[in-house]
């Protein structure tokens, strides 16, 4: 049996993302929580914050989503949405929730089907459309698993790398790989 996208009703959480309202199905959401600056941990190289004391990483989700805006300002508290997807869990800074919401969830047509991130939208009693987040796809991004400073650094490097091309050329397929 298969539906119509346009059929799916799901519950979902509406937040505030800089400055942009969107959506996360509520069944991925473990739970809200309030830090502050001094919450935020470093181990490794990431930034975590310790959730009933486990060390979740934690990721604006405004850089990976590309927004301006959404860092973290000391001395004031942030919003922590907490998101869980087989077994494995992360902590995404928001800037505020709205709260739970029944939605319709509608297709984004096929000029948007591979949109990142996003796995459909919804459209609000006033009009306005909110996209729904693909939760799936911030735990397979190697952006949510990296630290924001390492992942500057890393394009930092990048950007003052020279390029330039390699020729190999063997008859062993060996050494040429």
């Known amino acids: 049996l298969q539906l119509p996208l346009t059929m799916a009703m799901i519950s979902g959480l509406l937040f505030d993302c800089a400055g942009t309202t969107l959506a996360v199905p509520l069944h991925y959401v473990s739970e809200i929580l309030r830090i502050d600056a001094a919450d935020v941990i470093s181990e490794g190289g990431r930034e975590m914050v310790r959730v009933h004391g486990r060390s979740i990483p934690m990721v604006a989700l405004a850089e990976i989503l590309g927004i301006e805006g959404g860092k973290l300002d000391a001395g004031e508290k942030q919003t922590v949405l907490v998101l869980s997807c087989r077994d494995r869990q992360l902590a995404c800074l928001v800037s ?10 509608k297709g984004m047509g096929k000029q948007l089907k591979r949109v990142e991130f996003f796995s459909g939208v919804t459209i609000m009693g006033d009009g306005s459309p909110v996209l729904i987040l693909a939760v799936p796809d911030l735990f397979t991004s190697g952006r949510s698993q990296e630290s924001t400073t390492l992942r500057k650094a890393h394009e930092e490097g990048r950007r003052q790398a020279v390029k330039g091309r390699v020729l190999v050329v063997d008859d062993s397929i060996t050494t040429r790989t």
């Open 96 to 105: 505020h929730s709205y709260g739970v919401k029944e939605m319709i969830v």
